[in-house]
């Protein structure tokens, strides 16, 4: 990696995230500024028991079908970030699907890839829905050992 900075890259299917990327690769790996940042674009895939709650007779088929559809999902969420990334002339750019909650798994990508930053999209949920979900952005900002930024999709002009 030589003198590069890390900058790992939380993505999931959302156009929240995309958006980040967007953002990211315009402001910190656009032709106009000197890039210094090593790109490593991590998705976290959910364990398909934690999308199904607990398990009952007959949840093994339904198990296979949740994996098989997560998996699809990860493999389409990389290849569009490798599509925009390419387009973008992007090329140190590192992905890497990683099973488990995504909180979690950045906090862990955070050490493992020695970070500097850690970006994320803000999904932009209210204070009610962030409180039942939990929040992947507030989470790592109490809980990663680096710089969080979280890019917040513009707000649509009236």
């Not at 910190?28 to 991590?42: D, E, H, Q, R, Y």
């Amino acid at each position: 990696m030589g003198d590069k900075q890390v900058m790992v890259m939380a993505l999931d299917e959302s156009d929240h995230s995309f958006n980040a990327l967007d953002w990211i690769l315009t402001h910190f790996f656009g032709s106009s500024s000197t890039n210094s940042f090593k790109l490593i674009i991590i998705h976290a895939k959910t364990s398909p028991v934690s999308v199904m709650g607990l398990g009952g007779p007959g949840s093994t088929d339904v198990l296979q079908l949740v994996e098989a559809d997560l998996k699809k999902t990860a493999e389409k969420v990389i290849s569009k970030a490798k599509d925009v990334c390419s387009s973008r002339s992007v090329t140190d750019v590192q992905y890497e699907v990683i099973d488990g909650d995504a909180r979690n798994v950045l906090c862990d990508a955070v050490e493992q890839f020695h970070a500097s930053i850690l970006a994320l999209g803000s999904h932009g949920y209210g204070a009610f829905k962030r409180a039942v979900l939990g929040s992947v952005s507030d989470y790592c900002c109490h809980h990663a050992r680096c710089s969080v930024m979280i890019v917040k999709k513009p707000k649509q002009k009236p």
